[in-house]
């Protein structure tokens, strides 16, 4: 009896074992198999990637227009900067190098996702000039309205913020701009930001102080509060790097006791409200310096007059303009309301011009003619078509390049019948 017990038992035994080693091995095999899945996943992955990149950029150099070199970037980080503002750092997808930039130059940005979102907005670097990793840092304008071709809205700030992750994709034009510190100044310079406009001034103090660290460099820096600071942390910290950096932020919505902590946090100077440019050229107390500035465009034209009026020279004093909503026609002495014909040859439109005000640019999307849009404001170069026929001026001074018989549609008004070949 017990001898058949003892076999029971080891048979038993040998049963549940090689069912354990059964069901072990049935585990083991399914996580090989989902780990290869996992691996071939990953790798098709890495393929489709490496195959939409060659797509586009075989587009891209297929371009009749080759001059705004356009290139397919891969978003290798997006960070956060302040409530509303991200920052998002580019590498060319196969590693190659990037051309170099002047500091202070911007991007043309554009959805990588054909027939889908292609409006172009021009975003200043906002890290000093190298070959390997380019950074843009954009703030999310407020807006109810989806993407739109006009002037006014937001809408691919507002697209970027809500879209774009790690690893996603973006086309890239440029880089390209006047407005940078030219490397000949040896003079000392102070840089004045206000919100987002120092995205610019953070690649301007970021080569100064790698490059340049004996010339003295001045930012002072508008914001809100500490909650809507972009790079404030990060510029402030070259206070620290270098003796000849100074950073003064001034905070025009914040407590006291909110000053005192980012004083007692970061290096360089706290201050509560708003700067003046007569304090600024004051507390420079140089001559010989030069000012650059970004912002928006009335604080811009404001900071201008004063530090004219202070005795700034006019060729000492340099500025950004990405874009003003409303149009700023010369004044020429022509006050007549007269229509002219516009024909878009390639598209095979024709309409006439309804308003002294509107641009040729905009009379192309009232009828529905795809011309790319950058800047709006005669800088960036991105909305130029050529000229067929007519005469046309400008409602600015404009400082993109034009090759013969080309025209900026953003910023054109038409003085006769014209044929443009969109």
Same mark, same amino acid.
Request: a positive charge; aromatic letters at 8%.
């Given at each position: 009896m017990?001898?058949?017990?003892?076999?029971?038992?080891?048979?038993?035994?040998l049963?549940?074992l090689?069912?354990?080693?059964?069901?072990?091995?049935?585990?083991?095999?399914?996580?090989m198999l989902?780990?290869?899945k996992?691996?071939?996943k990953?790798?098709?992955?890495?393929?489709?990637?490496a195959?939409?990149?060659?797509r586009?950029?075989?587009?891209?150099?297929a371009?009749?227009?080759?001059?705004?070199?356009?290139?397919a970037m891969e978003?290798l980080r997006?960070?956060?900067?302040?409530?509303d503002a991200?920052? !998002? *750092? =580019?590498?060319d997808?196969? /590693?190659q190098?990037l051309p $170099?930039?002047?500091p @202070?130059?911007?991007?043309?940005i554009?959805?990588?996702?054909?027939?889908?979102?292609?409006?172009?907005?021009?975003?200043?670097?906002?890290?000093?000039?190298?070959t390997?990793?380019?950074?843009?840092?954009?703030?999310k304008?407020?807006?109810?309205?989806?993407l739109?071709?006009?002037?006014?809205?937001g809408?691919?700030s507002?697209?970027?913020?809500?879209?774009?992750q790690?690893?996603?994709?973006?086309?890239?034009?440029?880089p390209?701009g006047? !407005? *940078? =510190?030219a490397p000949?100044i /040896?003079?000392?310079?102070? $840089?004045?930001?206000? @919100?987002v406009?120092?995205t610019?001034?953070?690649s301007?103090?970021?080569?100064s102080?790698?490059?340049?660290?004996?010339?003295?460099?001045t930012?002072?820096?508008?914001a809100k509060?500490?909650?809507?600071?972009?790079?404030?942390a990060?510029?402030?910290?070259?206070?620290?790097?270098?003796?000849?950096?100074?950073?003064i932020?001034?905070?025009?919505?914040?407590?006291?006791?909110?000053?005192?902590?980012?004083?007692q946090e970061h290096?360089?100077t !706290?201050?509560k409200?708003?700067?003046s440019?007569?304090?600024?050229?004051?507390?420079?107390?140089?001559?010989?310096?030069?000012y650059?500035?970004?912002g928006?465009?009335?604080?811009?034209?404001?900071?201008?007059?004063q530090l004219?009026a202070?005795?700034?020279?006019a060729?000492?004093?340099?500025w950004?303009?990405?874009g003003?909503?409303?149009?700023?026609i010369?004044?020429?002495?022509?006050?007549?309301?007269?229509?002219f014909?516009?024909?878009?040859?390639?598209?095979?439109?024709?309409?006439?011009?309804?308003?002294?005000d509107q641009s040729?640019?905009?009379?192309?999307q009232?009828?529905d003619?795809?011309?790319?849009s950058?800047?709006?404001?005669?800088?960036?170069?991105s909305?130029?078509?050529k000229?067929?026929?007519?005469?046309?001026?400008y409602?600015?001074?404009?400082?993109?390049?034009?090759a013969e018989?080309?025209?900026?549609t953003?910023?054109?008004?038409?003085?006769?019948?014209?044929?443009?070949?969109?």
């Open positions: 017990l001898q058949n017990l003892a076999v029971y038992f080891i048979a038993f035994g049963i549940s090689s069912l354990g080693q059964f069901f072990v091995s049935g585990l083991s095999l399914r996580r989902r780990r290869h996992t691996i071939r990953n790798q098709l992955d890495r393929l489709r990637s195959t939409q990149v060659a586009l950029n075989s587009q891209l150099s371009s009749s227009d080759a001059s705004r070199h356009w290139r978003v997006v960070v956060e900067e302040s409530n991200k920052s !998002f *750092y =580019l590498a997808p196969n /590693q190098s $170099l930039f002047h @202070g130059q911007f991007l043309m554009r959805p990588a996702l054909a027939g889908k979102y292609q409006a172009t907005r021009c975003y200043s670097l906002s890290v000093a000039p190298n390997k990793l380019w950074r843009i840092t954009v703030k304008q407020a807006t109810d309205q989806p739109r071709a006009d002037r006014k809205t809408g691919l507002s697209w970027m913020h809500e879209n774009i790690d690893g996603d994709c973006l086309l890239v034009g440029g390209s006047h !407005f *940078y =510190l000949e /040896q003079a000392p310079i102070v $840089l004045l930001a206000a @919100g406009g120092i610019p001034m953070a301007m103090l970021q080569y102080s790698h490059f340049t660290p004996r010339r003295p460099v930012l002072y820096y508008q509060d500490q909650h809507h600071w972009p790079l404030g990060e510029v402030h910290g070259y206070c620290k790097l270098v003796d000849t950096c100074k950073v932020s001034y905070l025009s919505r914040t407590s006291d006791a909110d000053l005192k902590q980012l004083a290096a360089g !706290f201050r409200g708003k700067f440019a007569l304090d600024i050229a004051s507390e420079s107390n140089n001559p010989q310096a030069h650059y500035m970004c928006p465009e009335d604080w811009m034209a404001a900071i201008r007059e004219a202070s005795g700034v020279p060729d000492q004093i340099h950004e303009s990405f003003s909503a409303t149009a700023q010369p004044t020429d002495g022509s006050t007549c309301e007269q229509s014909n516009v024909q878009f040859a390639r598209s095979g439109v024709a309409s006439a011009t309804t308003s002294s040729l640019w905009e009379l192309a009232a009828n003619v795809p011309i790319p950058g800047c709006l404001s005669g800088v960036c170069g909305c130029k078509v000229l067929l026929q007519g005469a046309i001026k409602d600015r001074t404009i400082s993109a390049s034009l018989n080309e025209c900026l953003c910023v054109a008004r038409p003085t006769s019948d014209v044929v443009l070949e969109a």
